[in-house]
């Protein structure tokens, strides 16, 4: 008995899937990207939706069914319109170059730290304390995404330091007289 999804993913005109037994290929306007899924689960495309299928409702496969149809969805949305994650820098002197395809940040310590570009990955730098990581893999853009981040967390006391646009950075008091 096979159990179908509740929410088919549409598929915008543009976009081809093709799917074979432990994989799926989604082509669009801004690329290809590839997938290896559980043979357990079936993806059937009809009237310009992609269904997801798990034989059982034993717990894994439920798993791998909503794993599978997040991955799909992203995949569809990746080659359509792609992903992208916004930094800012904070602090005196903080900011980021581009160099190419890679970015240059000074950050504080005695050197430049260069950060190289993924395949599928590219940057932008509109002003220097911002920078826009964009893609189609949004697995990828918010992977390289964190490790920018990681060069120079927030910190608690004065906010210097990279961070997510957006993001709230819990402050703490500093020392008292």
């Known amino acids: 008995m096979s159990r179908i999804g509740r929410l088919p ?6 976009v081809e899937v093709s799917t074979s037994p432990g994989k799926v290929t989604v082509t669009g306007p801004k690329g290809t990207l590839e997938q290896v899924i559980s ?12 269904h997801v299928k798990r034989p059982t409702d034993r717990a894994e ?10 991955l799909v969805a992203n995949m569809v949305t990746g080659v359509t319109s792609g992903f992208e994650r916004t930094l800012e820098i ?14 240059e940040f000074a ?15 590219t940057f932008d730098v ?3 304390t911002v920078v826009i990581v964009m893609g189609i893999d949004k697995q990828a853009v918010g992977q390289l995404a964190a490790e920018i981040r990681g060069l120079k967390p927030p910190e608690p006391y004065k906010g210097k330091g990279i961070r997510y646009a957006g993001e709230h ?9």
């Open 9 to 14: 993913i549409p598929v915008p005109a543009g």
């Open 90 to 103: 904070q602090g005196v002197g903080y900011r980021a170059v581009a160099k190419g395809t890679d970015l």
């Open 39 to 50: 043979p357990d689960i079936t993806i059937e495309q009809e009237d310009g939706r992609l």
């Open 169 to 177: 950075v819990a402050r703490k008091v500093g020392k008292r007289a």
């Open 107 to 121: 950050l504080g310590f005695s050197h430049p730290v260069t950060v190289k570009a993924r395949s599928g990955v």
């Open 61 to 70: 496969h439920r798993a791998l069914h909503g794993l599978t149809r997040s």
């Open 126 to 128: 509109p002003t220097p």
